[in-house]
């Protein structure tokens, strides 16, 4: 079976194409330049993006994998969640592809291309030996715990009440004056700094008073007291930014706090939920601080850990093909989704 994957849900024009589930091409165009004078996307500057580059991109993915549109069996495009305008672009595309091919088109879900995005690349671990498995999602605007007892079966056990990691990555690096987007700034900065230099808060940590979130408390995560500590630290010591030496181990100590904050978190869930394996996935799996705390605690607590090769941890439509593959080799139709939705939820395969 051969797949083209499209994926326009944010700043990251990309199409790839796969052969009976093996990655054959995987192009992706960033958008960060333009973005980076604004201190984040423009959704309309990415939209208009999107229309000038997908044609040339999806062309040369078929390229890249030696392949014609004539030879293609179907196509995966996100469909949410994301930015509106942008989705829009990735969809009518591959909507009318479909319609001129004459060829099955299916939707798939941005976050189930991140968490299956695992399952691809170089010697991949088997899909069947991986369940039930336990998935940090860290994609974008997003922090969740996903309990998976089956491919396609999602729980959320636990999730972030306000700020995703990425954007206590991004506001912290605004805030400091390094730039954006923050994840690698702040990781290339941290370098060389001491992690334990300034202990901030981990969010959550505190017992007491009214909970109203439905999911338990110890799994769930909560960023915005770490980005006001921050704040304050730095009005409190302003020449921490005028000394490098300081400065660096003020921003380790910063990645470390939202990679420990991640870290506890999962290592909990896998005490309470019976596990085969563990994935840590989407844009913030990148960093370097937090792939070395899931290996220890992959080897600390003795369960299997999967992650996505680097260049498959940020938005790419490999992800996205990948995703309708595993879905489709399981015995599920193609699904054509009516439009766009930006505020999809993740839904069983089975319901």
Known sequence: MILLGIETSCDETAAAVLIDGAVRSNVIYSQIAKHAPYGGVVPEIASRDHVKKLPGIIEEALSGAGCTFAQLDGIAVTYGPG???????????????????????????????????????????????????????????????????????????????????????????????????????????????????????????????????????????SFSGLKTALLYHVQNHPETLADESRKRDLIAS???????????????????????????????????????????????????????????CTDNAAMIAGAAYIKLSRGYPFTAPDDVNPNLKLKNWAD
């Open 83 to 221: 930015l509106a305008s942008s989705l829009l672009i990735g969809y009518s595309a591959a909507r009318a592809l479909s319609r001129r091919l004459a060829i099955p088109l299916t939707g798939v879900h941005h976050h189930e291309g991140h968490i299956y995005s695992v399952f691809l690349g170089e010697n991949p671990p088997v899909l069947d030996g991986a369940f039930p498995m336990m998935a940090l999602l860290v994609s974008g605007g997003d922090t969740k715990l996903v309990y998976m007892k089956e491919p396609g079966h999602y729980q959320i056990i636990g999730q972030t009440i306000d700020d995703a990691a990425g954007e206590a990555l991004d506001k912290g690096a605004l805030l400091l004056g390094l730039g954006y987007p923050g994840g690698p700034i702040i990781q290339r900065t941290a370098e060389g700094g001491n992690p334990k230099a300034v202990r901030f808060p981990r969010g959550l940590d505190n017992v007491g008073g009214e909970w109203k979130y439905e999911f338990d408390r110890k799994l769930c995560f």
């Open 254 to 312: 910063y990645q470390e706090a939202v990679a420990d904050a991640l870290a506890v978190r999962l290592e909990r869930a896998l005490e309470q939920y019976p596990c085969a394996a563990f994935a840590c996935a989407g844009g913030v799996s990148l960093n370097k601080v937090l792939r070395e705390k899931m290996k220890q605690l992959s080897e600390k607590c003795g369960t299997p850990l999967h992650l996505s090769s680097p260049k498959l």
